[in-house]
């Protein structure tokens, strides 16, 4: 059978957040440049879900979402 893409998210608490990665539920996870600006609306503390994919094997986001 088919392998299946290596995704991850985790939704949550972000627990750390700098300009290059960001923690939630235990899951971190590389910001790249095309998310930097959506992703530096957010804080620690805030609740968000991420999604993140392996890109050439660094665990990269690919998506988040906030629960404001």
Known sequence: HD???ISS???GI???LSS?????GGLT?????TLAAKASTFKVG???EIKCSLV????TLVRIDGKK
């Open 3 to 5: 392998a299946l893409p």
């Open 9 to 11: 998210q985790a939704r």
């Open 14 to 16: 972000i627990s750390a």
């Open 20 to 24: 290059t990665s960001i923690t939630v």
């Open 29 to 33: 996870c590389a910001i790249p440049s």
């Open 46 to 48: 805030d609740r968000a």
């Open 56 to 59: 050439s094997s660094v665990n």
